[in-house]
């Protein structure tokens, strides 16, 4: 996930368009896409402007340098009443965008100008910039559930155990350590499977298992269909035990489910659950997309609807679209 770009600042005040009254304030990361070592929907202020004119969006357009600038637009388009506030970048662009407007009637749109983007993938929006302009424009403004971890939202899944492990190596490649990619591989030989304690809504599960997911979407890290049958709309995880897998086994299965892709593995058990709570005999690594949790214990609780975003019409949807 990328950090918020380092364009200056340069906001203009909103003039509604023909056709779209809404008030709405696109958020910039202007660096989103530039993860090493490849990249994805590279623009410029210009072309943003011209996507912008032509969907009707309005013209306030706000580059940020940092995180805490695009929080702060966000949280200051919320104040002022704003209809809709519109991520252009990344999925980190997404989350820090987003974790303003749970619980309010500002509605998130997305434009994606990141590597992966899995809140994307799950809403079932197109990567390309203009079709997903379109969708905005046209589209339909759904609620959507949320999941937390320790106070903190979470938007694509959390994960316990060998993946969560790999993943805390894996991160530091993106910021250009070329290195992490043999630690990565070094650390999913070195795990071993671990006892775990897994508390559902009706029941408990004694296991011992490689990893362990938590999914509010179907994706997570670089596009991994975790979990194909996740909805973003039914108040409910899936959670996912990897048990039966020798670790070559997963780490093949993970590499062939990424980017979008999925592949049937009678290994995986699943369950569904609105809160979850994982223990282990000996701590365990934790995550929530990108944030380290440390270890565990963790437990996990689903916000149903705390989001509103837009998402295509019911007629165009495709992946892990919320229904109805």
């Known amino acids: 996930m990328s950090d918020p770009g380092s364009s200056p600042p340069a906001t203009t005040q909103p003039r509604p368009e023909s056709g779209d009254r809404r008030r709405i304030r696109v958020i910039w990361n202007a660096r989103a896409g530039h993860k090493v070592p490849v990249s994805a929907n590279e623009v410029n202020e210009a072309r943003l402007r011209q996507v912008m004119a032509r969907a009707h969006l309005g013209d306030e357009l706000v580059a940020t340098r940092t995180p805490d600038e695009a929080r702060e637009q966000a949280a200051d388009a919320v104040r002022r009443g704003y209809d809709l506030v519109v991520a252009?970048?990344?999925?980190?662009?997404?989350?820090?965008?987003?974790?303003?407007?749970?619980?309010?009637?500002?509605?998130?749109?997305?434009?994606?100008?990141?590597?992966?983007m899995n809140v994307a993938r799950s809403l079932g929006l197109p990567r390309d910039l203009d079709a997903a302009a379109d969708v905005i424009a046209g589209g339909v403004v759904k609620p959507i559930d949320v999941g937390e971890v320790r106070g903190r939202p979470f938007f694509e899944a959390a994960s316990v155990g060998m993946n969560a492990a790999m993943f805390r190596e894996a991160q530091r490649f993106e910021q250009g350590d070329l290195l992490s990619i043999v630690r990565t591989i070094w650390v999913a030989f070195r795990y071993r499977p671990a006892r775990m304690s897994i508390e559902l809504d009706d029941r408990r599960i004694q296991t011992r298992a490689l990893m362990v997911t938590v999914s509010n979407g179907p994706y997570t890290g670089a596009?991994?269909?975790?979990?194909?049958?996740?909805?973003?709309?039914?108040?409910?995880?899936?959670?996912?035990?990897?048990?039966?897998?020798?670790?070559?086994?997963?780490?093949?299965?993970?590499?062939?489910?990424?980017?979008g892709r999925y592949r049937f593995a009678p290994e995986i058990d699943t369950a569904r659950s609105s809160v979850v709570r994982i223990d282990s005999a000996t701590p365990l690594p934790a995550r929530a997309?990108?944030?380290?949790?440390?270890?565990?214990?963790?437990?996990?609780?689903?916000?149903?609807?705390?989001?509103?975003?837009?998402?295509?019409?019911p007629t165009d949807r495709r992946g892990g679209a919320p229904t109805g």
């Open 289 to 313: 997309d990108s944030r380290d949790l440390g270890s565990t214990p963790v437990e996990l609780r689903v916000r149903p609807g705390a989001l509103r975003a837009v998402v295509p019409p």
């Open 223 to 259: 596009a991994l269909t975790v979990a194909p049958e996740a909805r973003l709309d039914d108040g409910k995880f899936d959670v996912r035990v990897f048990r039966r897998f020798s670790k070559l086994r997963l780490i093949r299965h993970l590499i062939s489910i990424a980017f």
């Open 88 to 116: 252009a970048g990344g999925d980190g662009t997404v989350d820090v965008v987003a974790e303003q407007l749970l619980d309010r009637t500002t509605a998130l749109g997305i434009l994606p100008l990141g590597t992966v």
